[in-house]
């Protein structure tokens, strides 16, 4: 039995341009076996079904390269690493990551989580246990002394369940990409950008060029691709010169990165949502506010922009994603702010976006060759908005124009069940309060008093 999708205007990946009445066939096994002209289509049988998306734009399943399905939403390095144990984050996983596809996202990429999680909802889904998006996953972050993952004090280490894995040599490197990849992960996930910085300001990589390239090339040799994480320069022009995949972030880059990016093939994931969302979201009583970093964040987005906009001019291909599952960008809300951005701040035109959101992106998952572009041969993962997002790509934002999401052919649909955040993540024990010395006190015109302390109604 074949299925028949007639769209009022289709959008492929693989162009521009939205086309009008065009007929999407699909046959048994989720692929597309005829994409074009209503006119010229194969007339459906007896017992095939034919859906009628006359009022709808057709377009590929959105693609999110950048979402951390076990970070549950996270506030703190502890949500992420400690406080719920890994079954229940992997449980947590498989439901916000229907989160996403309720959103329009069809594949995701999970780049860096504790243990097995995100592979075990990938096969979850891919076995067809639960319905949910197409995952291209990654293990542990091979991190080393002062990288990103690594962020408790040295006489804590990295805990068993953190979303880093210590490594302390080359060797180690290695022998940590050869478990990942026995366990059956598609990518290996580097934090390549350390914490510490030169006296002039610049952020030191974490390893080496040397042991950079030989993670990459063990990765390669095992048919794994690679993302870093990177915003500094130097870890930028490392990853690049070791022929990485993907790189996040690369928000100090240079024109010596840019060059070599462009040797390399490699793309950038700028995820800049998250920044974005840090900087307009955040309330004066929170602590990235009360810590002063809301400025330094703004200013390193404005840099990353300029920035970035030079490399998408030089050509180097981006890919969408959001750093989704922090608390300031929860599942299946933010993934296509990512597109807007696009848009507003690196200078694409919406036709681009889309297409960096679909075909691009698609280039960096496991699915890579299936997903992407609507064109016969392919997987028919694709979504029916409301409304053209080639007028105003804002509106794949709005949840509710996102009206059917299919993939593999099958429309996939999950109920709108909500969730307490209280209950799921936050248990972190950040319990308490700011420093009140009595210097304090007298600037904020707080008067203690000897009369008797009443309760207050937020108490009760
Ligand atoms: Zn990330």
Known sequence: MATYVRCGELFTGAEDRERRSQTLAIDDAGRLTYVGATDGAPVPGRGDSVLDYGEYFVMPGLQDVHTHLAYGNAKTEEDIDLYQPMEFRAIRALFFAQKCIA?????????????????????????GLFDGPRVTAAGRYLTTRQGLTDWYPTWIGVPDTSIGRLVTSRDEAIEEIRVQAKNGVDCI??????????????????????????????????????????????ATLYAARAGVDLVFHAYYLDDECIDALLRSGSAIGPTLTFPRNI?????PTEPAWLKGRIGDVQREYETACENLRRAREAGIPMMTGTDSGFAVTPYGEWHAREIEIFVDDLGFTPAAALRAATAVTAGFMASATLVGVLQPGRAADFIAVQGSPLNDVAILQDKTRIRHVHIAGKRVSVPPRGYDPRQVTDLAWTNWNDLYTQERVGELGIKPGRRRLAVRDSEM
Do not use: M, W
């Open 189 to 234: 996930k580097v934090a390549l950008d350390g914490v510490q910085r030169r006296p002039d300001g610049e952020l030191i990589a974490a390893f080496t060029q040397e042991e950079t390239s030989a993670i990459v090339t063990e990765a390669h040799r095992l048919g794994r691709k690679v993302v870093v994480h990177a915003r500094g320069r130097e």
């Open 279 to 283: 900087v307009e979201f955040t309330r």
């Open 103 to 127: 959103a329009g996202y069809t594949s995701i990429c999970a780049p860096g989580d504790a243990g097995q999680i995100s592979l075990s909802v990938r096969n979850a889904i891919n076995y």
